[in-house]
C-alpha cells in the first residue's frame, strides 16, 4: 500500500476533494504538484494554500510554460495535429509534460505513487495513467475520483464541509481546463448538445477588436518564431497570438468528439493560437512541401493527433512520426500573413525563399516558360491505361 503520493494538483474542485480524500481513505501523506502550462488565471501562492489547506503536506510549483511550448506544443503545431481535424489537442498536449514532472518529483521526494483527479469517463486519466507507465512502470497510480462516487454537487458539499477553499459552486458548474494552446469547458447546460454555450465561459474569445489588421508569422523550419518580424520565445509566439487572434473573437470550437473511452461527448474549446498557427504553417507548406512528401504527410497529421488524443505520447510511433515531421520541416521556412477581423482569421499571402512555387511555370502571362507542346504527349500516357480498359472492358468495347 502506497504511503506517499505526488499528486497532480490543478486547484480545482476535484484535485482539492482527492487531497483531503487521499488522507482520510488511503492514510497516504500527499505532497501536492501543480505545474504551469500557462494557465490563464491562476495565482500560484492561492494554489499552494489551497492545497495546504486541505492537507497536504507539501504544495510545489513547477513553471513549464517555456518547456510545454518548445517539446510540445511546437511538435504538434509542425504535425497540424488536430483530433477529428477540429481539436488541437489543448488538453491532451498537456498531460505528458504534466506527468514527466510527476514521475520526476515522486523520485525526489521518495513517493511510490502518484495520483490524479481524473473521471472515469474521461480522456485525462488515460493520457495520465498510461504516461506514468511509460516512464515509471514500478509507481502505484492512485485515482481517488473513480472510487469516491461523489457527483459534482456532492464534491462541492464535501469541499465546505471540510473547509477547503475552493471557486466551483453549486450554481456554476463548469469544468474549465486550460493552457497556452486554449481552454476546454464542459459540464453544465452544455451536456447538452443542443444548448448553446453561455456568453459567459468564453474568456480568450471575447470580441474587443474592430479595425481590420494584418498579421505576420514568421517560420524556421516549421516552427512559428516571429511575429510581424520581431523573434519570440515559443511560449510568447502563442501566448501573443492568442492575445491577438482571440480579441477579433476567432477560435472557439463547438464539437461532439469521440473520447478513447467509447462515449460521444460535447466540447467546447476557444484556441485562438493553435487554430491560427495551424492554418498558417498549412499554408506556408503548400509552397514548400514537394507534391508526394505534402500528401504523405497529410495523411499522417490525423494517425499523429489521435496517438497525442489517446495518452501515447511517450510512445515509439509518436517519436518516429516526430522523426518523419522534423525531415518533411528542413524547408518550410518562411513568413504568411493572416487577415483579421471581427469573427474572421484568413491566410492572404504566403513567401519563401525555399518556395516551389515557380511563377513562369505557373503564369498564364508573357512570362511563361512552361513548355506546352509536352502536354499532348504527357496527358495521352497519363490516360492510356484508362483508354485500353474502356476498349477492351468499359463503355467503348460496346460501342
Partial sequence: MAKRVVLAYSGGLDTSVAVRWL?????VEVIALAVDVGQASDDWNVVKERALAAGAVEAIVVDAREEFARDFCMPALRANA?????????????????????VEAAREHGADAVGHGCTGKGNDQVRFEVSTRALAPDLD?????????MTREESILYAYDHDIP?????????SIDDNLMGRAIECGEMEDPWATPPQGVWLLTKQTATEPRD??????????????GVAKTPAEVIDEVNTIVGSYGWGRIDMVENRRVGIKSRETYECPASLALIKAHIDLESICLERDLQREKYRLESRYAE????????????????????????H???DVRLHLEPNKCEVEGRRSDTSLYD??????????????????????????GLETWSQRQGPGSRS
Avoid at 488536430?82 to 510527476?102: C, D, G, T
Avoid at 497510480?141 to 462516487?149: T, Y
Avoid at 496517438?307 to 528542413?330: N, T
Fill in 141 to 149: 497510480i492512485l485515482a481517488p475520483v473513480r472510487h469516491w462516487g
Fill in 332 to 334: 518550410v521556412t518562411g
Fill in 23 to 27: 488522507i482520510e481513505n488511503e492514510g
Fill in 215 to 228: 498579421l505576420e508569422i514568421g517560420f524556421e523550419e516549421g516552427m512559428p518564431v516571429s511575429i510581424d
Fill in 82 to 102: 488536430m483530433y477529428e481535424n477540429r481539436y488541437p489537442l489543448v488538453s491532451a498536449l498537456s498531460r505528458p509534460v504534466i506527468v514527466k514532472h510527476l
Fill in 166 to 174: 475552493i471557486q466551483a459552486t453549486k450554481e456554476k458548474v463548469y
Fill in 307 to 330: 496517438l497525442v488524443y489517446d495518452g501515447l505520447w511517450f510512445s515509439p510511433l509518436r517519436e518516429a512520426l516526430d522523426a518523419f515531421i522534423a525531415e518533411s520541416q528542413k
Fill in 359 to 384: 511563377y513562369g511555370l505557373a503564369t498564364y502571362d508573357a512570362e511563361d516558360s512552361f513548355r506546352h507542346e509536352d502536354s499532348a504527349g504527357f496527358v495521352r500516357l497519363w490516360g492510356l
